[in-house]
Nanobody, 123 residues
Framework: QVQLVESGGGLVHAGGSLRLSCAAS????????LGWFRQAPGKERDFVAG????????YYADSVKGRFTVSRDNAKNPVFLELKSLNSEATAVYYC????????????????WGQGTQVPVSS
């Protein structure tokens, strides 16, 4: 079992920045990947960014490239998602997820999910 806990959410003004954290515990295999998703009110949960647990290769949705950065430190835990140049479209609950290798953008390929952290962006 793997437990994931997101933190760092909160109200931010348009144009501002925020850094989210995902702390993982439990049995995490080196070949696992971790993904960040977001779900805006009334919409589906969409892929934002992902990172391989072992070597830190990163992947991004086209909509956030250049503005969001996923990273981890040498200890691999927690995993961060830095959000910059936020606009109202970024308002959502942000989730981290973990699982074995698979399609990063497909939420059905992840085994474990956190409870999410809310990011409201005020205009």
């Amino acid at each position: 079992q793997v437990q994931l806990v997101e933190s760092g959410g909160g109200l931010v003004h348009a144009g501002g920045s925020l850094r989210l954290s995902c702390a993982a515990s439990g049995r995490i295999f080196s070949y696992y990947r971790l993904g960040w998703f977001r779900q805006a009110p009334g919409k589906e949960r969409d892929f934002v960014a992902g990172i391989t647990w072992s070597v830190g290769l990163t992947y991004y949705a086209d909509s956030v490239k250049g503005r969001f950065t996923v990273s981890r430190d040498n200890a691999k835990n927690p995993v961060f998602l830095e959000l910059k140049s936020l606009n109202s479209e970024a308002t959502a609950v942000y989730y981290c997820a973990a699982g074995p290798p698979g399609e990063y953008s497909n939420r059905n390929t992840y085994m474990y999910w956190g409870q999410g952290t809310q990011v409201p962006v005020s205009s």
